[in-house]
């Protein structure tokens, strides 16, 4: 049977039993520590095992130079210490030694702060709003020289490339039929000028004549739907009489609208009479350029 070893005492050096007060105890400890005693000689010399009590005993006694192991970081330390003394901050004693943030912390934590700098009232937010506005007008350079970049490697569209552009326009945003509504027409709505011009170009190439084009405003009735009229008549190059009725949309007060203003000029509707043919055209196409993506994908 293994033998059960117990150390003598209660582990508290007297504490626990009576047989001590802890000034007693202490004043013998920090004695014990000043003769040049490790902490282990002093807890076996004691028969305090408890570590909690012991680093109590020993608080603010420091251990003996013959207990302190070489450290390469000593020179490390010593001149961070002198520094933080000169009123440097962990940022720039860091810089100056390269070391962490979290040694020179370990270091200098006993030293007093250094007395911080105060700048005016607003200097900070002033520097970084001008920060955040040279950023913001950073980003608009690069995003203008990206887009005029991207722009010029255009060129001019063939026919083919117009075509296949103008379906994959229409089959994303144009009209399609549905169960409830099976009868196959051409029908575009869009707010962006240039997809407007776009589609039209489209169908010019697709032999569509003017007589059988139809446009519609949509606009809130909040909005000036005459100046409106006007700019979309301007955009698609035909008169009145080729535009139907404006559709006022009712205003709700309780939605927060973002399209406001004098650049808002609402959605303009493009329908083509007689379309159906043209959208089983349209509808083809779409189907064979799915299936050539699918083939190559295949590859």
Known sequence: MTEIRHRPGDGTGGLRSGATTFDDLRQRAVTLRREGLSRRQIRDRLQVHNNDILNALLQGEPPPTWTKRPNAKDD????????????????????????????????????????????????????????????????????????????????????????????????????????????????????????????LAWLRLMDVPEDRLRFTLQIHETADASAAEQYWMEVVGLGASHFTKTTLKRHTPLTNRKNVGDSYRGCLSVRVLKGSDLYRRVEGAWCGIVGAVDSTNRE
């Open 76 to 199: 490390l330390r010593d001149r961070a210490r002198e520094l933080r003394l000169q009123g440097m901050t962990y940022d720039r004693i860091q810089a100056e030694l390269g070391c962490s943030k979290s040694s020179i912390s370990l270091w200098v934590r006993d030293l007093p702060r250094p007395e911080r700098t105060h700048r005016p009232p607003g200097t900070d937010m002033t520097r970084a709003q001008q920060g955040r506005k040279e950023a913001h007008e950073r980003r608009k350079v690069q995003y203008e020289a990206t887009r005029r970049a991207a722009e010029d490697s255009i060129g001019e569209l063939t026919d083919r490339e117009l075509f296949l552009l103008g379906v994959g326009l229409y089959w994303a945003e144009g009209g399609k039929t549905k169960p409830h509504r099976p009868h196959p027409q051409i029908t575009f709505v869009n707010s962006d000028a240039g997809m407007i011009r776009t589609f």
